[in-house]
């Protein structure tokens, strides 16, 4: 059994256009919204082992701020190839990872995101809002094995969730 966890970037700031994509911070809204977030993805039964982050500032801010929040000392992988927004390069990156990592935390970018979650557990996720958490529940031995519906979404929380 593998399970997948899923964080997408929390909300970025737009304020300086001049940035380019990769060096946007996250907005205020964004750096509350992990703070929130954090705590309830580890009390969905994420542990925050096997951590892979995309390159972009807001992917690692988001995981920054999330493991402070928690009060934990946590490490984290800062993955090139998770700078995508192609489902089919998550879904070639994932199958590669090494068999002996039962729980994985991918920290990246929509649309790229929405459509693994989507496609994996065939879902109709319209979208996976910034800094939500999508945790698929995989009954696959090896990596190689994943495929279109070969999981479970077993939970799915966003910022908005939290509030209703």
Request: hydrophobic share 40%; net charge positive; glycine share 4%.
């Amino acid at each position: 059994m593998k399970t997948l966890h899923l964080i997408r970037h929390a909300k970025s700031d737009w304020g300086d256009r001049l940035l380019i994509d990769k060096q946007r911070p996250l907005s205020k809204k964004g750096l509350r919204c992990c703070e929130t977030m954090g705590s309830h993805i580890a009390a969905a039964g994420c542990d925050f082992s096997n951590v892979f982050c995309s390159p972009a500032v807001r992917a690692q801010s988001t995981i920054e701020v999330m493991v402070k929040a928690l009060n934990k000392s946590i490490e984290w992988i800062v993955e090139p190839s998770l700078y995508t927004f192609s489902s089919n390069d998550l879904l070639t990156w994932c199958r590669e990872l090494d068999d002996s990592l039962d729980n994985v935390v991918i920290i990246g970018h929509n649309p790229a995101l929405t459509i693994l979650c989507n496609e994996l557990a065939n879902q109709n996720i319209v979208n996976m809002p910034t800094a939500a958490y999508a945790q698929l529940s995989i009954n696959i031995t090896s990596w190689q094995q994943l495929k279109a519906g070969s999981a479970k979404l077993s939970t799915f929380v966003t910022p908005k969730s939290l509030l209703s």
